[in-house]
């Protein structure tokens, strides 16, 4: 069984900045594309940003500026740079791996870290 563990989340003020990293660990011969989301209460869960194995990135409207994802192929490890952060970043945030299963891909979640903006 393949398993994500996210780590860094917790309680931050209006403006300041977050580190969130996932580690992959278990059966893995290869990692395709990296991304986290985040859920709001009351709300589905949404695109935060994504990585392809080759570095490309993308980003939602809302954290473009903001937010920067990034990995170390090394150690199967995603990394999110919150900046500048706003109440409205505030949700339960999941790290995804799209991992090579022969000639497929199969995705893994992470079991979530909660990241709460407030003074």
């Known amino acids: 069984q393949v398993q994500l563990v996210e780590s860094g989340g917790g309680l931050v003020q209006p403006g300041g900045s977050l580190r969130l990293s996932c580690a992959a660990s278990?059966?893995?011969?290869?990692?395709?594309?990296m991304g986290w989301y985040r859920q709001a209460p009351g709300k589905q869960r949404e695109l935060v940003a994504t990585?392809?194995?080759?570095?490309?990135?993308n980003y939602a409207d809302s954290v473009k500026g903001r937010f920067t994802i990034s990995r170390d192929n090394a150690k199967n490890t995603v990394y999110l740079q919150m900046n500048s952060l706003k109440a409205e970043d505030t949700a339960v945030y999941y790290c995804?791996?799209?991992?090579?299963?022969?000639?497929?891909?199969?995705?893994?979640w992470g079991q979530g870290t909660q990241v709460t903006v407030s003074s």
């Open positions: 990585i392809t194995s080759g570095g490309s990135t």
């Open positions: 278990g059966s893995i011969f290869s990692i395709n594309a």
């Open positions: 995804k791996a799209d991992l090579v299963e022969g000639r497929y891909e199969r995705a893994y």
